[in-house]
C-alpha cells in the first residue's frame, strides 16, 4: 500500500523497518514480547498508517518498554494508566491512530478499573496486551493471569487465586473488538492486529507471550501443544455467547483468534465537541498569551 507525500505524489510503501525504534529491547534473549514488538510494526506497514500518526502509549512493566522501540510518537506513563492517558490523547487529536501496549499485571491486575470503562465507553483505539501470566520486570510475582497453583516468589506454596479471564472481562465490560493471539504464530497475529487498528471503538488483542526467565509453566511449548484458531473452525464472531464459551476453555485446547466484534457508536464520534472544526489539538484556544498563562499559573 502506497501513502501519499506532502505533494500529493504517492510515497514508497512502508515496511516494518519503518517502524523500527531508535533504541534495541533490552528483553531476555528469548522473550515473547520480540514477536509481539515485531508484529505491530509489521501490521502498521502493511495497513500503510504513517509513524507520524501513531501514538504508541504504555504503562510500566517489561512489555510496556515497548514505546521506546517503535518509530511512532510515543508515551511512557504510570503502571496501569495507559489506558486513561490513551484515551486523553484520542479526545486530544480523535485523527490519530492510538495504540495501548503492556502487560497482563499493568493492564488487567493494577490498571482493572481503566480497561472496565474504557471497554464501557468503547474509546477508538486498540489495546494490545502481552499477557505472560506474571509479573517479569518484578521478577517473577504472581499477577491476575497466572494460573490457580503455580508456586512464584509471592506464592511459594502455590497461587490460591483464580484465573483472570481477559476475553470474556473485555466482551462484558463493552469491548467491541476482542480478539486474542499467540507470539509464536507470528502471520496469524499480524492479521489479529491489523482487523483490530481497523476496527472503529475499542478492540483488544490478548497476546500469549511468554516470560521465559519467570513463567516456566506456561512457555512456547505449552502454548504451541494447545491453541487452536477459531478461524479454523468457522467461529462467527457475531455470536458472543459462543465467544464467551470459547474464551473460558483453559485445557488441552485453548482458542486464539477473532473472538468477538459488534458495532457501537464509539465514544469520539459521540462526543458533540469533536463534531466539527477538526481535532481539538489543532484549535485555537481564542485566548491571548497573557490569559493562557494566567490559566495554566491557577492550575499549577
Ligand atoms: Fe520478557 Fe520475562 Fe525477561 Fe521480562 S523478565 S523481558 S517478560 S522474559
Not at 33 to 58: F, K, M, N, W
Not at 85 to 103: P, Q, R, S, Y
Amino acid at each position: 500500500m502506497s501513502t501519499t507525500t506532502s505533494e500529493g505524489g504517492a510515497a514508497p510503501a512502508l515496511t516494518a523497518k519503518d517502524f523500527k525504534g531508535k533504541v534495541s529491547p533490552d528483553w531476555c534473549p528469548g522473550c515473547g514480547d520480540y514477536g509481539v514488538l515485531a508484529c505491530i510494526q509489521r501490521a502498521s506497514a502493511e495497513l500503510g498508517i504513517p509513524p507520524h500518526r501513531v501514538v504508541t502509549v504504555s504503562g510500566i512493566g517489561c512489555s510496556s518498554n515497548l514505546p521506546g522501540y517503535i518509530a511512532t510518537y510515543g508515551m511512557h506513563t504510570l503502571h496501569g494508566r495507559s489506558l486513561a492517558v490513551a484515551t486523553g490523547v484520542k479526545m486530544a487529536n480523535h485523527e490519530l491512530t492510538v495504540l495501548a501496549t503492556g502487560g497482563d499485571g499493568d493492564g488487567y491486575g493494577i490498571g482493572g478499573n481503566h480497561f472496565t470503562h474504557t471497554a464501557r465507553r468503547n474509546v477508538d483505539l486498540t489495546y494490545i496486551v502481552m499477557n505472560n501470566q506474571i509479573y517479569g520486570l518484578t521478577t517473577g510475582q504472581v499477577s491476575p493471569t497466572s494460573l490457580p497453583g503455580m508456586k512464584t516468589k509471592s506464592t511459594p506454596f502455590g497461587n490460591l487465586e483464580p484465573q483472570y479471564n481477559p476475553i470474556t472481562s473485555a466482551i462484558m465490560n463493552g469491548a467491541t473488538f476482542v480478539a486474542r493471539g499467540f507470539s509464536g504464530h507470528g502471520n496469524h497475529l499480524v492479521e489479529l492486529i491489523k482487523k483490530a487498528i481497523g476496527h472503529r471503538g475499542f478492540s483488544v488483542v490478548d497476546v500469549f507471550s511468554p516470560c521465559v526467565t519467570f513463567n516456566h509453566d506456561n512457555d512456547f511449548k505449552f502454548f504451541r501443544d494447545r491453541v487452536r484458531k477459531l478461524e479454523d473452525e468457522g467461529h462467527d464472531p457475531s455470536d458472543w455467547k459462543a465467544a464467551c464459551e470459547k474464551a473460558l476453555l483453559w485445557g488441552d485446547v485453548i482458542y486464539t483468534g477473532h473472538f468477538f466484534e459488534v458495532d457501537r457508536p464509539y465514544l469520539d464520534a459521540q462526543e458533540p465537541v469533536l463534531d466539527k472544526g477538526g481535532a481539538l489539538s489543532h484549535r485555537k484556544l481564542g485566548l491571548t498569551g497573557e490569559q493562557a498563562t494566567k490559566v495554566l499559573q491557577k492550575m499549577m
